[in-house]
């Protein structure tokens, strides 16, 4: 089992619709968790992180946390075909440590 | 303008060639770390450094070796390069929970 897991997809959405994207992760020690963007040939960049059970919204983005399923998704919202990249989810190991590990992404692609 | 910035951008080797990729930062972050991206394997950590002289093993540090002399620069050493190193690598520095990526070494060894 792989320690973050990440449907690849692609996942196809019709412009103006929501996109949810889904990661599972299998420690239960892990505390942080991020989302990051990755358009093609480019770097990642981060689109929000969140700690805590529960959502947790940044604009058109909602990031979802249930500690007890292991599950962290991330909602967007009217999505745009700007919004079509690689979406990577990223769990930290814990609190004072700087171990990252990431999932293999998810293609999002937004239909025009 | 803040930035990771990563040199060379493309590298073509041969095995056994010693090369180091070299990662700057401007951002004043006490924070750097490595990380190699593979198809179907998605982004794995090689090394990270939380300070000045302190660094640690990711996920995958076979065949890899990194210091961290100063603040800003975090170079990666590939001592014996072999083909399976051939990959995409982007350095990163964060201060707190946000990771800034450098725009990646494409390094293909021979």
């Known amino acids: 089992q792989k320690e973050v897991e990440q449907n690849s997809g692609p996942l196809s959405v019709p412009e103006g619709a929501i996109a949810s994207l889904n990661c599972t992760y299998s420690?239960?020690?892990?505390?942080?968790f991020f989302w990051y963007r990755q358009y093609s040939g480019k770097s990642p960049e981060l689109i929000m992180f969140?700690?805590?059970?529960g959502d947790k919204e940044d604009g058109r983005f909602t990031a979802q946390l249930n500690k007890a399923s292991q599950y962290v998704s991330l909602l967007i919202r009217d999505s745009q075909p700007s919004d079509s990249a690689t979406y990577l989810c990223?769990?930290?190991?814990?609190?004072?440590?700087?171990?990252?590990?990431f999932g293999t992404g998810t293609r999002l692609k937004v239909l025009a | 303008e803040a930035q990771v910035t990563q040199n060379p951008r493309y590298l073509i080797t041969v095995t056994g060639k010693k090369l180091t990729v070299t990662c700057s930062q401007n951002?004043?972050?006490?924070?750097m770390s490595w990380y190699r991206q593979d198809p179907g394997l998605g982004l794995r950590q090689i090394y990270y450094?939380?300070?000045?002289?302190?660094?640690d093993k990711g996920d995958v540090p076979e065949g890899y070796k990194v210091s961290r002399k100063e603040k800003r620069n975090f170079p990666l050493i590939l001592e014996s390069p072999s083909p399976n190193q051939t990959s995409l690598y982007f350095c990163?520095?964060?201060?707190?929970?946000?990771?800034?990526f450098g725009p990646g070494t494409r390094l293909l060894v021979l």
């Open positions: 951002m004043n972050h006490e924070y």
């Open positions: 450094s939380m300070n000045v002289e302190v660094t």
């Open positions: 990163a520095s964060s201060l707190k929970e946000t990771q800034y």
């Open positions: 990223a769990v930290n190991r814990g609190s004072g440590t700087y171990k990252y590990i």
């Open positions: 420690d239960r020690g892990s505390q942080s």
């Open positions: 969140i700690y805590s059970n």
